[in-house]
């Protein structure tokens, strides 16, 4: 059964290198806007669009019956752009949590997300990332395009290099297709902290937390209550909230909205041998 569509801008020029290295899958024989849907293995298909990922409103509108049925997740690889060119490799859930949407979607207003499949990304782009040398991070939700189907982006931030370094165009080809999700995890989600997650990020990584939306706290500066429940629901299977730190707990917008949860209420993840993963750098006291 496919349970990802992996949609490919071809003016994206990470999403443009990852399609090379599939050359030309088998067509499904399904079509949406004139172009053909491909198999790229048992679980993914592959949709290729001309214009731009975060302004492709509505999308999952446009997908054939017979795929839409099964509610696959959107996955979208993206290059990552950044005021202070961070080189890195990301993972983060769509909408816009605050009043501004200046990057497609809809203000206040979050994607449905798919936490363990996110996480698993997150996970396996660290464990993998010493081929490349850049870190592997969730990201806030912060833009579009809205949709109603699960999603995420999958990106890869290069800076002021000409382009994506051949290693993590390969890791992204390798992964996307086959998504892995790990069972035994709990859901949450995640409230405050900046903008690369990174409390969130370790406790994903060190423990056995997935997450879907991720609201920081300058999103969270400018949201109201209805959007915190929004983004609640919008983490299929949470079990509660967890906070980057102590003084978020303190927001109008979060109170009574689900339970507070604790970091080491999870239990510690074994990480395989030789993985590029940081050392814990996650406190089991929020």
Do not use: K
């Not at 290295?21 to 048992?42: H, M, Y």
């Not at 990922?53 to 999308?59: G, K, V, W, Y």
């Not at 990584?205 to 997450?211: D, K, T, V």
């Not at 507070?260 to 993985?275: K, T, V």
């Amino acid at each position: 059964m496919v349970s990802v569509v992996i949609v490919a801008a071809e003016s994206d020029p990470v999403a443009s290198r990852v399609v090379e290295r599939w050359g030309t899958p088998p067509a499904t024989g399904e079509f949406v806007d004139g172009a053909a849907v491909r198999q790229l293995s048992g679980q993914a298909i592959l949709l290729r669009r001309p214009g731009p990922h975060i302004t492709d409103e509505r999308l999952d509108d446009r997908l054939p019956a017979s795929f839409r049925a099964a509610r696959p997740t959107l996955v979208f690889p993206s290059i990552h752009r950044g005021e202070q060119n961070v080189r890195c490799l990301t993972v983060h859930p769509l909408g816009n949590p605050g009043a501004e949407a200046e990057l497609g979607g809809r203000p206040r207003t979050v994607v449905p997300t798919d936490p363990t499949l996110m996480t698993g990304y997150l996970r396996r782009l660290a464990e993998r990332s010493g081929a490349v040398g850049w870190p592997a991070t969730f990201e806030s939700t912060h833009h579009g395009p809205e949709l109603s189907l699960p999603a995420c982006f999958v990106e890869i931030g290069y800076g002021t290099d000409p382009g994506p370094p051949d290693e993590a165009v390969r890791l992204l080809a390798e992964l996307l297709p086959e998504p892995l999700r790990e069972g035994g995890d709990r859901i949450a989600l995640g409230i405050g902290g900046g903008h690369y997650a990174p409390h969130f990020t370790d406790l994903a990584l060190r423990r056995r937390w997935s997450f879907g939306h991720l609201v920081s706290r300058h999103a969270l500066a400018g949201t109201d209550r209805t959007t915190i429940e929004n983004a609640y629901r919008g983490t299929p299977g949470a079990d509660g909230i967890l906070l980057a730190r102590a003084a978020d707990a303190d927001h109008p917008a979060i109170a009574g909205v689900a339970p507070r949860l604790r970091d080491g209420a999870a239990a510690l993840r074994p990480i395989p041998d030789g993985a590029a993963i940081p050392a814990d750098r996650s406190s089991s006291g929020t």
